[in-house]
């Protein structure tokens, strides 16, 4: 599996196929809920057809039972990550995996991953407005201490959280990292950000890297260059 997931941030289904007709090989990609909302999950069937392997971020987050039903039907589509709510529980995300070994075709369900803390996230938002008191990176640690008691595959994580979460979960506990700029990038809405160079360098097993590809004046060069860096 490639290092570097590019975020599919587009608005239309148009978009999505004249970006990715510049590549000549498979490569992994996000497929969010702008996209979804706009397209349906149609365009998942199209991306696939077109070879490429796809993290569907669509973050269930409901009762047990909802999540189970969900991930059940998204195993369907063949995708190959797919990712919730830490902040569910254990019983949410026990159903998710149960969901998914039930709708997988072939008997390989997807990696489901879960989100501790948003990367847009601030330790004053956390303790203010989520109520949740202390530092991010102790919620982050104990949500991801829960979803592998859950069995879930890994996390998505901001890239300065995943040396702690490889301490406290293992080193094969998956890490996946948006949130990341190259160098001269603006940060836009994101607060914890970091480059791939320092992505590599913390351990990050996995980066989503959108803007900064897609925007770029060579998608394709920008994409192989950012690869490397993490390879």
Do not use: W
Not at 68 to 83: C, D, F, P, R, Y
Not at 110 to 117: D, F, R, S
Not at 126 to 142: A, F, H, R, S, Y
Not at 192 to 207: L, M, N, S, Y
Request: glycine share 10%; proline share 3%; charged share 25%.
């Amino acid at each position: 599996m490639n290092k570097t997931i590019v975020a599919l941030d587009f608005s239309t289904k148009d978009e999505v196929l004249d970006f990715l007709k510049q590549f000549d090989e498979p490569i992994y990609v996000k497929i969010g809920m702008e996209l979804t909302y706009a397209c349906g999950l149609d365009i998942v069937k199209e991306v696939k057809e077109m070879g490429h392997h796809i993290f569907l971020d669509l973050k269930l987050h409901d009762i047990p039972n909802t999540v189970k039903g969900g991930m059940k039907n998204l195993a369907k589509l063949g995708v190959e990550i797919v990712n919730l709510h830490c902040a569910g529980g254990i019983a949410m995300m026990k159903a998710a995996i149960e969901g998914l070994e039930e709708g997988s075709v072939g008997g390989k369900r997807p990696l489901c991953i879960g989100v501790t803390q948003l990367t847009s996230t601030s330790k004053e938002a956390m303790n203010d407005e989520l109520g949740i008191p202390g530092e991010v990176i102790d919620c982050v640690k104990l949500y991801a201490k829960n979803a592998k008691t859950a069995g879930l595959d890994g996390v998505v994580c901001s890239v300065h959280e995943a040396k702690a979460i490889h301490e406290v979960c293992g080193p094969d506990f998956l890490t996946v990292t948006p949130g990341i700029r190259l160098a001269d990038d603006s940060k836009d809405d994101q607060k914890r950000v970091a480059t791939p160079a320092f992505a590599k360098e913390e351990g990050c097993d996995h980066i989503v890297v959108g803007r900064s590809i897609t925007k770029s004046a060579n998608p394709k060069e920008t994409y192989y260059q950012i690869e490397e860096m993490m390879k």
